[in-house]
């Protein structure tokens, strides 16, 4: 899989600005709200026009719903893929983002929203203060986080056996694992370890809701299934503090204790809109009215797009998403510098400008 890398973007040494007598900040052009299409759309297009771009979200991975919903599910309405599996797309979209080098900040949820007296726009996040002279808002539904698992300890384990996220398939070879969850990414990450990891076990509550062709696939793999019924009570450490065991409770209320050094929980994710609530957006059924021709909000410098914007007719795809970044971008591009052209042209144009510029 294609991930974002968190370093600082291709623009030279970040330039360090100052508020009046306060201490002295790196200010980004553009700050992304969201790193789901629309957010990494949004990023791509930025870095085009030529501005040094960061990227909050507070998920460990990119791809907003795509990746938090339905990474298995085939979306057959976006430009130049007649049919495409969501996280294929998403692979797409990480790889035309990279191309301006954006900062990413991700596993990084933005708390407030602040425009101070010189018009720059400070974020508090779950990490930091983030500062920006124009920031788009592509926070869809909001903040996915993924839903944790109720059972007496896990949270101290999270980090020492305990993933939401899984990344790397060598992290998992020769050991016992138990995945938990009915859904695609349950299923995929049971089959994609089941060669790799010395015993995959697969616990779940009720049917499994995975792609019919994953499903089939774990059926005829020796992963080992506990299901329906099946729910985890309560997991066990070794000596060093990492997972060594789960117990979990069968349909007849049996308890049964099975070896674990690794534990994937993929029951879902939550979205909470929260603190965006907070910061001072004209709102219409939890969505941030924007000006439709522009994107902009009610906040000078501060932009929308994507499934978090309301206007008019607005439809909730990600095509409609796409277009509004390039909206969103061109008129940020404007307020960060009145000079500069809104319409910039085709982006053979804008690139072979920007060639013969640094030529
Ligand atoms: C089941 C399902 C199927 C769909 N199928 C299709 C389809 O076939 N075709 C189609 O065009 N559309 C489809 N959609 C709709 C499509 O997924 C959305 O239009 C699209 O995801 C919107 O993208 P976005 O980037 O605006 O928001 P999202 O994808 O929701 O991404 C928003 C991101 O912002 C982050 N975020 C939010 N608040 C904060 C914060 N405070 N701090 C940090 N990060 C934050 C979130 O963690 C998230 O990653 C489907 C939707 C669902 C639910």
Same mark, same amino acid.
């Given at each position: 899989m294609t991930t974002l890398p968190t370093t600082s973007n291709g623009h030279g040494d970040p330039a360090l600005n100052g508020h009046g007598d306060g201490p002295h900040h790196d200010v980004y052009d553009v700050t992304i709200v969201g790193a789901g299409p629309t957010g990494l759309f949004s990023a791509f297009y930025a870095g085009l026009r030529g501005a040094r771009v960061q990227i909050i979200d507070?998920? @460990? @991975? +990119? !791809?907003g719903a795509l990746t +938090?919903?339905? #990474?298995e599910k085939y979306i057959y /309405?976006?430009? !130049? &893929? #007649?049919r495409v599996l969501a996280k294929d797309f998403v692979e797409q979209c990480l790889i035309q983002s990279q191309r301006g080098q954006p900062t990413v900040h991700l596993n990084e949820e933005v708390r407030e929203l602040e425009r101070l007296p010189d018009g720059t726009i400070r974020l508090g996040t779950t990490r930091a203060e983030r500062f920006s002279r124009a920031v788009i808002i592509c926070a869809g539904v909001g903040a996915f986080e993924p839903k944790r698992l109720e059972a007496p300890g896990i949270r101290d384990l999270e980090g020492h056996g305990v993933h939401y996220f899984a990344k %790397?398939?060598? /992290? &998992? %070879?020769d050991k016992h694992v138990v995945i938990v969850g009915g859904g695609d990414s349950a299923a995929d990450w049971a089959v994609t370890l089941e060669p790799v990891a010395r015993h995959v076990t697969l616990i779940h509550r009720s049917k499994f809701r995975a792609h019919e062709s994953t499903i089939a696939e774990l059926e005829a793999s020796d992963v080992d299934l506990r299901y329906p019924g099946c729910e985890i009570v309560s997991v066990g450490a070794g000596e060093s503090g990492h997972l060594s065991a789960v117990t979990y409770r069968d349909a007849e209320g049996t308890e049964t204790t099975i070896p674990a050094e690794e534990l994937i929980v993929a029951i879902g994710f939550v979205a909470d809109l929260g603190p965006l609530k907070t910061w001072g957006f004209e709102l219409q059924r939890n969505q941030i009215v924007v000006d439709g021709t522009t994107m902009a909000t009610n906040i000078p410098g501060v932009y929308g797009a994507g499934d978090i914007v309301a206007y008019p007719a607005k439809f909730k795809l990600i095509a409609t998403g796409a277009a509004e970044a390039v909206t969103a971008v061109n008129h940020a591009i404007t307020h960060i /510098? #009145?000079? +500069? %052209?809104l319409d910039a042209g085709h982006s053979t144009t804008i690139m072979e400008k920007r060639e013969k510029a640094v030529r």
């Open positions: 507070s998920l @460990e @991975e +990119a !791809g +938090a919903i339905y #990474p /309405d976006v430009m !130049g &893929f #007649p %790397r398939v060598e /992290d &998992f %070879r /510098d #009145p000079k +500069a %052209r």
